[in-house]
Each structure stands twice: as C-alpha cells, then as structure tokens.
C-alpha cells in the first residue's frame, strides 16, 4: 500500500509540475483568446493561420463577424495563402498582424489591397479588442481607413474632439443622456488649410457596438465637404455575449 501511495504521489506530483510547465509556456505565448474575423472587401477563404502543424483554414466574411476561433500562441499572426507556397518548409505570408494588448476577444479587419506597394502584404489586418470590457455596448469604435490624419468633432457643437491617424481607430462612449443620433464632422490639414472632408450623423444605439469604419472617396466621388464615406459594422451586446463571452 505504502508503496502504491508514493507512486500515486510521484504521479500527482509529474501532473502538477507538467500543468504548470503548460501554464508558464501560455503565459509566455499569451492566454487563450476568442478571434473573429471581419472583411472589409468581400468574403475571404484563400487565407490560413498558420500553426505548429501547417495551417488553420479562415472563414472570414464580409456581412457580420465571422464566428469565434479558440486561440493560444504567439501574439503576432501569420496568415498565408496556400497557392503561394512554393517551397516546402518556407512560408510566404499573405497578411500578419500582432494582437498583444487587444484583450481577450481580438476583432481582426481584413482590407485586400489590388495594387500592393513593394514591400506590402497582399493584405492589411487591424486588430481591434473587441471585448465586451473592451468595447462596451452604447459606444462606438472609428476606424480610419483613409491615408490621412483626420480630426473628428462628435456631438453637439463638436463638443467631443477626436485625432484620428491614417489607419488608427478609437473607442467613443455615449453619453448616459444619450438619444436619437451622433453628429459627425470631420477634415483634414492640407497645404496649411483645414480641409471639410465630411458633415453628417450617425445612429448608434444604447444596446449595441457600432464600428464606423472611415473611407477615403475617389476624386470623381468627392464633392465640396464630401471627401469621406462611413460604412457600419453592428453587434448587438447580448449576441457578442453569446458569442465570446465577456
């Protein structure tokens, strides 16, 4: 008996050290997080995550947040397509993107791009925390897409400022006296001018998280004040608690 207990004991022992083994490589690596995924041009499926053991296939949509992905490892993601593999055991990335500090339930933006600069991914990703502590409901996240510095006057009279770099996105709170709509106004600094670049409102609503993403319009597009277009994402708070939990 005695020494079934210390073999029993020995065991227990191996488990505990093996568990803390795998909890000091996590920590290392990063918690397990719920990914999902958004396309901002079109669905995607020629894209993986690449892993220790080749490839996970993404489904990333263009009309809703794809589903959620459970994920522990590296902060930094490599994605790759698989027609562009062409030597084994070298891998060519399609997109990357570094999701430290973006909280439990990262939201990654795909955007293609036709015509990649040298140098340049075939695709851009921004990676959002798109938690419920992270990104509460009855508030908003802007996200600029455009290639210039924008400042955004939100509200009644502009009363709240917002910076806005090229590619950079920010979280906005509604007020607890909030109703109806957001007045969004926004411009640039060209050649030492301000530039109007848009003048409209916005219809967020109390129970939900909106992401606004921000696009640049093509010179035919662009009218006097009109230099910018938004375009929606919406999740209602009790879905994404669904979905990722807090």
């Not at 993986?48 to 959620?68: C, E, F, K, N, Y």
């Not at 973006?102 to 990703?125: H, M």
């Not at 106004?185 to 030492?192: I, L, P, S, T, V």
């Not at 939900?208 to 708070?237: H, M, Q, T």
């Amino acid at each position: 008996m005695k020494t079934l207990s210390r073999i029993l004991a020995v065991i227990s022992l191996g488990l505990l050290i093996t568990m803390g083994l795998a909890d000091q490589l996590a920590a290392q690596e990063g918690g397990r997080v719920q990914i999902r995924t958004y396309s901002l041009s079109g669905d995607i499926s020629e894209l993986m995550l690449a892993g220790p053991d080749g490839g996970v296939q993404m489904t990333i949509p263009s009309a809703r947040r794809s589903q959620a992905l459970g994920y522990r490892g590296k902060p930094e993601l490599i994605f790759f397509r698989a027609v562009d593999q062409l030597e084994e055991g070298k891998l060519i990335p399609a997109a990357r993107v570094n999701i430290s500090g973006k909280g439990r339930a990262p939201l990654l933006i795909f955007q293609k791009q036709e015509k990649p600069a040298e140098g340049e991914l075939p695709y851009k990703v921004w990676a959002i925390d798109d938690s419920l502590n992270g990104f509460p409901a009855g508030s908003c996240r802007f996200v600029n897409l455009s290639n210039k510095p924008l400042m955004l006057l939100l509200g009644p009279e502009g009363k709240d400022r917002v910076s806005l770099g090229a590619g950079a996105e920010e979280l906005h709170r509604l007020g607890a006296d909030f109703k109806g709509n957001l007045a969004v106004k926004a411009a640039y600094r060209e050649n030492g001018k301000v530039v109007p670049a848009f003048d409209s409102r916005v219809f967020p609503a109390k129970g939900c998280r909106d992401i606004y993403f921000i696009w640049p319009l093509s010179r035919a597009e662009e009218e006097p004040g009109n230099k910018i277009r938004l375009s929606v994402l919406r999740e209602r708070s009790d879905y994404a608690r669904k979905s990722i939990g807090s």
